[in-house]
């Protein structure tokens, strides 16, 4: 969410006075609701990614990828070797993606 409200800024910067106006709103929205973004309740996949990671030796931060990936039931695309080791089902390196 907080890249979506980082877009629906307007581009010369991030002071109060740069907010698009209230009228400006809803057609910038209307453009990220093309784009397929799909909102997860960040409440429980934060929950579930520190539980999982104290189980998985897996750093939250990264967790909530594995997290939100399995979720999705897409994959990860990552280069890190812990996270294709710990989660061979869900990550995947770039090359294997086709």
């Excluded at 990220?32 to 189980?55: D, K």
Aim: hydrophobic share 40%; aromatic share 4%; with cysteine.
């Amino acid at each position: 969410m907080s890249e979506i409200r980082s877009r629906l800024r307007d581009d010369r910067g991030p002071n109060q006075s740069d907010l698009l106006q209230a009228s400006d709103g809803p057609v910038r929205l209307g453009l990220a609701r093309r784009l397929g973004i799909e909102c997860v309740a960040t409440a429980t996949l934060c929950q579930s990614a520190l539980l999982r990671s104290i189980a998985s030796g897996i750093p939250p931060y990264d967790r909530l990828f594995i997290e939100l990936a399995a979720r999705t039931g897409c994959p990860l695309v990552t280069f890190d070797k812990a996270l294709l080791k710990a989660f061979p089902d869900i990550a995947i390196r770039p090359r294997e993606l086709a």
